[in-house]
Each structure stands twice: as structure tokens, then as C-alpha cells.
């Protein structure tokens, strides 16, 4: 036996070596027990990363597939090729990479007898790592060759273990992706979807499986406002952002965009990032409105005394014209009381304007007390039937009990007359066919449970809200209208749809500031021709 003190069996870095103190497991396959014995003699002393070898014995093939089956950390396998027959060997090669599918365990055959199965043909044939004849194998190649089977063994095991990694870590970060709360869409340079996560399945509605393999701008055609953006990015390699940008979707949406390029070895595309920032695009819309209403509140409060200042040096004098002039004029001149009457008619206008600039105030006076929302319908009611064109019909839905609120019974009935007679001007002045004029506006209760502030919801003050049970009361008309793009102005002070001589453009704007007082906010549906339903939410009053 050849001396091995010249051999290097341990790596000269220490960070190489394994964490693991378990040795390798080596199995010896040999019906002789002489080459068992002699094996481990060479082998003893060999250390491969700080690790020695441990043996296991098998004397026959059937032997070893019983070991085989037990242990599957086994690094090297000593394999003889004629035991219990003449091919053994060769059967148990087969029988560890096809049944068992173990494609770790480094085979090194064994023979005594190389020219029954020649070298070259094993080796093409059979998936060993080495074949060597008994009689060449000397110590120092057999602890070679074990040593370079082992640094194979632990290449493997250690890709294995990378891939694993990369396998668990691909699949988190599609987790992930998957579960962002932002569209996540990838395609290849030509707009073909390869990748739709969840959250584009629940704003689309559009699952995953119908989506991939489908071209994007096809799929969603509102997305051709992107397209030109998306082509820039594939034909520059530059990214695209946008802080916002408003893509209709069935409903208008605000969205933060990135469009970027990723090109690795399983991947190489388009990506889009769309974040839903429409919830916070309204909210900062609201707060501006109440910050715009807040200041026309203080200038309005300024403006209504001092033009109610001049209107009193008009009415004074009028009334007292009226009076002295009774007598005085002949009874067929109908000239000079008809010109009275204009000029009453003008400032009786103009004290309505200055009352709904008060309205805007909160230095107006509020008092608050229980009320029935049945009892405030009921009185509207009435009011309509004198208020409301003939053409249109009132109808009323009370709520199945008493429904009481804490408000103002005053402003309340400003509130809803303001929206029966928007209702009214809906399905009569508005309408362009004079054949066609006229409707029914439907007025009723409901109860509803309102946790938190929802993009539909017209608010003023955020801070107002209060989560918890409201009664809705909602008017509804199958009048002209609103455009989409104009209903969230309609609020805004001195805005209006009307002409000049049919509306002062405070009316909503007034609706908003008194259910805002109320700790309420308003909801509008409404669709160009087929009508509109304002909704009012003011909080249950638990008695």
C-alpha cells in the first residue's frame, strides 16, 4: 500500500467548511469482504471541508436497495459490478436513477473483470461518475477519486439547495406581487399579457386566466391612453411615470403610473405599476372645497349685510309709496302699480339670494332639535303641492316607523324643497321637447349602517363624520340629468346648469353647508337622460 501522507484531503480556507458536523455517508457495494475491509482502510483518514467518511456496508445489490431505500444522504457509492450475478452492478445504477430518481449520489464502479464491460461503453451507457478497474484503483487513486466524487456530491447538493432558494424566493415575490394593492401587469414588447395579479383582477374584473395571452390594449382599451407611453418605453429602454392620470373604467379613476422594461433569462418585458389614488384625489378635492366654503361662507356673511342694508332703502321707501299713492292713482292706470310690483318682485329676489348667502355662513343660527323625518315628509308634502309644477307628481315612501333625527326643522325644509324643485326644473324647464315635460320625483327613507367616508360620498367637513346608523333620505327624478363631469362642481358656490334668470348657483351649495351642520353628506347617482337621485345621509338619533 502506498503511503497517503502526501495527499491534501482538507480545503486550506476555513471558511469552506461546512457548518455540519455530520460525516459523509460513503456505502461500499462488494460481495468480498476483503475490499470492504481494505476500502476503509485507504479511506479512513480522508477529510473532505473538515468532514470525515462514514461507511456503510452492503454485499449484494439487493443489500444495497434496501440501504438505498433507508437513506437518502448517502454522498458515494464504491460500487462492485459482478456480485450475485453478472450485471448487479449495472442493475443498481439503473435501479438508483430511474426508480429512486437519486441524481446526487456519485457512482464510482468497481471491477475486477474490465474487459467483460468495456469502459468507454459504461460510461456512454450508464449515469456513473467514475469506472476503474481493481487492479489500477491504488490508494492514492482511490482516495483521489473518492475526494473528487465528494467535492461533486456537495456542488450538487449545495446548487440544489441555491435553486430551492431561488425556487421559494420567486414564488414570495409573486406572492407579494400578487397580493399588492396595485395593479400589477407585465407583458413582452408587444403588449401581450404574461403576468395579472389579483388586485387587476378585482378593479377590472377580469380573471387572470382570461387575460393572459391576450394583448392589453385589447383586453383594456382604456389603457390606450398608455399606449403611446408603453411603445416610448419599449422602443428607448426609458421608464415612465406619472404622479396621476384619470383612465375611465367603467367609472373615472386617478391612478399613479410606472411603465419600466425588466429583461433577465426567465424574462424579458414590459411591466406596469398602477396605483389607485382616487379615494385620496377626492379626499384633497373635498378638503379644498371646504377650505373654498369656509372663505365664501366669510365673505358671504359680510356681503349679506351690507346688501341687506340696500335692499331695506329700497323696500322702506317702496311700502310707503305704495300707501301714499293708493288713493292718488285713477283706477284704470295699472302703469305705475305694475312698476311697483316689478321693483318688489326685484328685491323679494334679491332678500332670497342674501338668506341663501347666510346659509353659507356658520355664523347663521342653528336650532336643533328632535325630529321625525315621517313629520318633516309630511310637510313637504304639502309645500310641494303649492311649489311644484303641475306636470310633475310628488310621490312619498315613509319610513315603516318613527325616524328621528337631532336637527334644524327650518333649514331642513330648505334643504329639500331646493332639491324637489331642482327635480322639477329637471323634467320641465331643462327639457328641450315641450311635448315631453313633467315626471314623478320619489321621496323616501331608509336606514343604513355607515362605517367610514366612501369616495361616493359629497362631504364638506371629513371631521364630521361619525361612523355608526343614518337615515338616508333620497330624492329621486327622471329629469334631464347631470354629466359625469360636472357633478362634482354642482356643490361649488354660483355654479349652475340654469340660465342667469332661473338660478343663482347657491341652492346646492347651501344643501351641502346645512347636512354638513347636521354632521351628514350627500350622495348623487345620476345619468345624462335617464334622471338623478340625491341621496342625504344624516346620523339616527338613538332614543
Not at 435501479?95 to 456512454?124: A, C, H, M, S
Not at 401587469?185 to 403588449?191: A, E, H, L, Q
Not at 285713477?330 to 312698476?339: A, M, Q, T
Not at 332639535?369 to 311649489?387: D, F, Q, T
Request: hydrophobic fraction near 40%; charge should be negative; glycine fraction near 4%.
Amino acid at each position: 500500500m502506498k503511503n497517503l501522507e502526501d495527499l491534501v484531503f482538507v480545503d486550506d480556507s476555513l471558511d469552506d467548511i461546512d457548518v455540519s458536523n455530520q460525516p459523509w455517508n460513503l456505502l461500499i457495494v462488494d460481495d468480498e469482504s476483503d475490499i470492504h475491509t481494505a476500502t476503509k482502510l485507504v479511506l479512513n483518514d480522508v477529510k473532505y471541508k473538515g468532514k470525515k467518511v462514514n461507511f456503510i456496508n452492503a454485499y449484494s445489490g439487493e443489500m444495497a436497495k434496501e440501504i438505498l431505500k433507508e437513506n437518502n444522504d448517502i454522498a458515494v457509492i464504491l460500487l462492485d459490478v459482478i456480485m450475485e450475478s453478472n450485471d448487479s452492478g449495472l442493475k443498481l445504477v439503473k435501479y438508483i436513477r430511474k426508480e429512486l430518481r437519486n441524481n446526487f449520489v456519485r457512482i464510482i464502479l468497481r471491477t475486477g473483470q474490465p474487459g467483460d464491460y468495456p469502459e468507454e461503453k459504461v460510461i456512454v451507457d450508464y449515469d456513473i461518475n467514475d469506472y476503474k478497474s481493481k487492479l489500477e484503483l491504488t490508494s492514492t487513486k482511490l482516495a483521489t477519486s473518492v475526494i473528487s466524487a465528494l467535492r461533486s456530491y456537495n456542488d450538487l447538493v449545495e446548487i440544489q439547495k441555491l435553486n430551492e432558494n431561488i425556487f421559494y424566493l420567486k414564488k414570495y415575490l409573486e406572492s407579494i406581487i400578487d397580493t399588492m394593492p396595485s395593479m400589477i401587469i407585465s407583458t413582452d414588447t408587444n403588449g401581450i399579457i404574461k403576468n395579472w395579479n389579483s388586485y387587476t383582477e378585482k378593479i377590472t374584473g377580469i380573471t387572470k386566466h382570461s387575460a393572459i395571452g391576450e394583448n392589453l390594449f385589447s383586453v383594456l382599451e382604456c389603457f390606450n391612453i398608455l399606449k403611446n407611453d408603453f411603445n416610448e418605453v419599449v422602443n428607448t429602454n426609458q421608464y415612465f411615470f406619472s404622479e396621476k392620470i384619470e383612465i375611465n373604467m367603467g367609472k373615472s379613476k386617478f391612478f399613479k403610473v410606472m411603465i419600466f422594461k425588466i429583461e433577465d433569462s426567465e424574462f424579458s418585458g414590459i411591466v406596469l405599476n398602477l396605483s389607485d389614488i382616487t379615494e385620496i384625489e377626492l379626499i384633497e378635492e373635498k378638503l379644498k372645497f371646504s377650505q373654498k366654503m369656509e372663505l365664501v361662507g366669510t365673505l358671504s356673511s359680510g356681503l349679506a349685510h351690507d346688501i341687506n342694508n340696500a335692499i331695506m332703502s329700497i323696500t322702506a321707501p317702496i311700502s310707503l309709496l305704495k300707501y301714499k299713492l293708493h288713493d292718488i292713482i285713477p283706477k284704470n292706470d295699472n302703469e305705475i302699480p305694475s312698476l311697483l310690483e316689478i321693483i318688489d318682485l326685484g328685491t323679494s329676489h334679491m332678500t332670497g339670494i342674501v338668506s341663501q348667502m347666510q346659509s353659507l355662513t356658520k355664523k347663521k343660527q342653528n336650532t336643533f332639535e328632535m325630529i321625525n323625518l315621517n313629520e318633516l315628509l309630511k310637510m313637504l308634502n304639502k309645500i310641494c303641492r303649492y311649489k311644484i309644477d303641475h306636470s310633475v307628481k310628488v310621490i312619498m315612501d315613509f319610513y315603516k316607523e318613527d325616524a328621528f333625527i337631532y336637527g334644524d326643522m327650518i333649514q331642513l325644509q330648505e334643504v329639500f324643497i331646493n332639491l324637489c324643485i331642482n327635480a322639477e326644473h329637471a323634467m320641465t324647464i331643462m327639457r328641450n321637447d315641450e311635448n315631453n315635460k313633467g315626471g314623478i320625483i320619489n321621496i323616501s327613507i331608509a336606514k343604513e349602517v355607515v362605517n367610514r367616508v366612501e369616495v361616493k360620498f359629497i362631504i364638506s367637513d371629513i371631521d364630521s363624520f361619525i361612523a355608526g346608523d343614518y337615515y338616508v333620505i333620497s330624492v329621486k327624478d327622471n329629469g334631464v340629468g347631470i354629466k359625469e363631469e360636472i357633478i362634482k362642481k354642482i356643490f361649488e358656490p354660483f355654479f349652475t346648469t340654469k340660465d342667469s334668470n332661473r338660478g343663482t348657483g347657491l341652492g346646492l351649495a347651501m344643501v351641502l353647508n346645512i347636512i354638513t351642520k347636521h354632521h351628514g353628506f350627500i350622495e348623487v347617482d345620476s345619468k345624462e337622460n335617464a334622471g338623478t337621485t340625491f341621496k342625504i345621509y344624516i346620523p339616527a338619533l338613538k332614543v
